[in-house]
């Protein structure tokens, strides 16, 4: 696959980036891809190596090697190369529903396995999906997928997030006719609503909706199920239900001082901005003010990193980020190799701004808040923070993170922001459809299985996996489809 000599003979090249001090200005997309021709050279570089960790999808070390839709990573790397885009296209929507939104939004897990790695850079894979489906796009190639005939049995699918989008696509390119339900004004879930335009453009959304409203998926929006719609009502009307309706539950700071003005969940915060630049470009002011405020965000990963690049983009005084963990190593550990996920430092591009804009990295490392001051308004005002270190537990033998004795220290803080991942799905779809969860909170079904405890309703995506990338979700979704499929037809072709 590619040039046999590609990875010798050519390095690694990535799409520009606007300086971060100019694109902190604005909320859209930065990233400047390369031309056709020079995405060509990055094809290239796709080794032929007989094993290909990239497409693998496996579990290693507790942590995903490769992707987890099995993408046919080689093949269409090679097609780029050849300059056949069109092949390209047809071999990634083989196994990828959206690749406009994994190619934007995963952090690559092809990459981190590809073997390249061994020795070097690896293939800009993520790039050459974009380009793939961005020049299908342009192009023409992507249109409506003629539905030869229909089954006449139907689906609904609660959530329109990446699994739900997905389980509705395939069910309705198999023929079934599918319904989309969403609680929110408009199509997409997390991807929506969770990820900040700058990251998701929100047209790149509405121009796939459009598509799968064109192939005959019907969306019913501002329709939330189990309060405005009854589980009952559904469960007469369709044939088979499919739960995707995230794992929205917060993970909370329990602190003295919790009940201030001033603290918000993240999520709904950068809900709050998203739907207020697409309501009226932020003119309408209903989102969180953050100008000249001291903003700390409690909690690391991409979301606490999406709200640090959103609260640069408001106007913060200052940024910080809260990390319970130890700073990770620059490089892989011995018991950490390839092709494992590296376990190593990464600087994104909401600490890539703050350092620009700030002249620091935001991250504060083994630090979390003890406690939560505020004036005689009862508005924050400040945060005691405390350092923290390891200990291992005498009865379970496990680390665990306490507090130092003596280490604590105040910062000012009018505004925090929690992001500290969640504690599974909001239970009352469940209790409306009487699935059951397990013991993270989660929908629980058999192992390996999409199926409830309540015959003909199913779940998928982060409501049945729990808190996980998009990759994961739209591969829930696939697979939650075939199994609706397999019990409405007897088999399934999907």
Avoid at 131 to 136: D, K
Avoid at 161 to 169: E, R
Avoid at 422 to 449: D, H, I, K, M, P
Wanted: aromatic content about 6%; overall charge negative.
């Amino acid at each position: 696959m590619g040039k046999p000599t590609g990875f010798l003979e050519y390095d690694r090249v990535v799409s520009t980036e606007i300086d971060p001090l100019e694109r902190i200005g604005n909320f859209h997309e930065f990233h400047i891809p390369l031309s056709l021709e020079k995405q060509r050279l990055q094809g290239a570089r796709c080794m032929s190596c007989g094993v290909p960790f990239c497409q693998a999808g496996t579990m290693i070390g507790g942590m995903a090697s490769g992707c987890p839709l099995n993408n046919l990573v080689p093949e269409w790397n090679d097609l780029v190369y050849l300059g056949n885009f069109e092949k390209a296209y047809e071999r990634l929507m083989r196994t990828n529903c959206f690749p406009e939104f994994t190619s934007r939004v995963c952090p690559a897990l092809c990459e981190a396995a590809c073997t390249c790695n061994l020795n070097g850079e690896p293939v800009s894979t993520k790039e050459n999906e974009r380009a793939i489906i961005e020049h299908a796009w342009e192009t023409g190639l992507v249109q409506p997928t003629p539905i030869k005939a229909r089954t006449g049995k139907s689906v609904a699918v609660i959530g329109s997030g990446p699994s739900g989008l997905a389980a509705a696509m395939m069910l309705n390119l198999r023929g079934h006719r599918v319904t989309v339900y969403e609680r929110s004004d408009r199509v997409g879930g997390l991807l929506r609503y969770g990820i900040p335009n700058m990251k998701l453009e929100k047209w790149v959304i509405d121009r796939r909706v459009a598509l799968m409203q064109a192939q005959g998926i019907a969306f019913v929006t501002s329709c939330n199920v189990g309060v405005d719609v009854s589980a009952e009502a559904l469960r007469e009307k369709y044939d088979r239900i499919v739960l995707c309706c995230g794992a929205s539950n917060p993970r909370d700071i329990q602190a003295p001082g919790r009940e201030l003005s001033g603290i918000h969940f993240a999520v709904p915060f950068l809900s709050g901005v998203t739907k207020s630049l697409l309501d009226s470009n932020l003119e309408d002011v209903n989102y969180v003010n953050l100008s000249e405020k001291d903003v700390v965000i409690i909690g690391g990963g991409d979301t606490g990193n999406d709200c640090c690049g959103t609260a640069i983009r408001l106007g913060a005084r200052s940024v910080t980020q809260l990390e319970m963990m130890p700073c990770p190593p620059d490089e892989r550990a011995a018991d950490n190799p390839w092709p494992m996920w590296p376990r190593v430092r990464k600087t994104d591009y909401g600490q890539q701004e703050a350092i620009a804009k700030f002249g620091h990295d935001p991250r504060v490392y083994q630090t979390t808040v003890k406690e939560f001051v505020g004036d005689e308004k009862g508005c924050l005002k400040e945060l005691v923070l405390v350092k923290l270190e390891s200990q291992r537990d005498e009865k379970t033998g496990r680390a665990r993170m306490v507090p130092v004795a003596g280490s604590e220290y105040t910062v000012p803080c009018q505004c925090a922001l929690i992001a500290a991942g969640f504690l599974g799905a909001q239970s009352y779809v469940a209790e409306a459809f009487g699935v059951q969860l397990n013991g993270r909170c989660n929908v629980a079904t058999a192992e390996g299985q999409y199926e409830t405890n309540v015959p003909g309703v199913f779940a998928a995506g982060d409501m049945h996996r729990g808190q996980s990338l998009v990759v994961w979700a739209i591969r829930e979704g696939r697979e939650a489809a075939r199994a609706v499929d397999a019990s409405l037809m007897g088999y399934t072709n999907l």
